[in-house]
């Protein structure tokens, strides 16, 4: 194998994950939901490191990589609402501003050809929300221990993180037009 492929691959196995992550959840199997959580989130950062490091980064990669974080986020908060530890509010602001990027994404890319991708500080730290809410509730489901009321106010800080950062592609898209095409065509 070629060390050039292995970020991809490493990508597509988080992929495969998350039907064994959604099965795990609904069976009730929180500390595995957990395991399996964590260990994605590791290969994250190690599909990432090695692609950097060893200057094996691809166009396939930078559309698997996001595509597979948010096939688990979504499962995740799709899985956790069904199962009563999220409210559905939340899950349907989470599942639309993704689908409101995607979408966005496909219909500038159909008119006007590929663009870079690149996600705003506001998405990061509006990420690392969504993510610290799914492990808050999966180690409180898992060990019984959590702080009271700490799912909650998550869940508003989510919210407030998930619409400001859904507004603010919306501005840089509509607004600002700083859409930066990958072959240097633009409207």
């Known amino acids: 194998m070629n060390i050039r492929q292995l970020p991809n691959l490493i990508t597509l196995s988080r992929i495969a994950l998350a039907p064994a992550f959604i099965v795990l959840l609904n069976e009730g199997e929180y500390v595995l939901s957990l395991l399996l959580f964590v260990i994605a989130g590791f290969s994250d950062g190690l599909d990432g490191f090695i692609a950097k490091r060893y200057h094996c980064e691809t166009r396939l990669g930078g559309i698997l990589d996001p595509a597979a974080d948010k096939i688990l986020l979504v499962s995740a908060y799709v899985m956790l609402t069904v199962l009563g530890h999220l409210p559905f509010w939340l899950m349907v602001a989470v599942a639309f501003r993704d689908l409101l990027i995607v979408g966005g994404y496909l219909v ?67 607004v600002m037009k700083e859409i930066e095409p990958v072959g240097g065509r633009g409207p």
């Not at 870079?116 to 969504?130: A, C, D, E, F, Y």
């Not at 919210?159 to 400001?164: A, E």
Request: proline residues 4%.
């Open 108 to 174: 500038y890319t159909s008119m006007y050809g590929p663009v870079q991708m690149r996600p705003s500080r506001l998405s990061k730290v509006n990420t690392l929300m969504q993510i610290l809410l799914i492990v808050t509730v999966l180690v409180e489901q898992a060990t019984g221990f959590g702080y009271p009321h700490a799912g909650e106010v998550l869940s508003y800080v989510v919210l407030g993180t998930t619409v400001l950062s859904g507004g603010h592609y919306l501005w840089i898209w509509v």
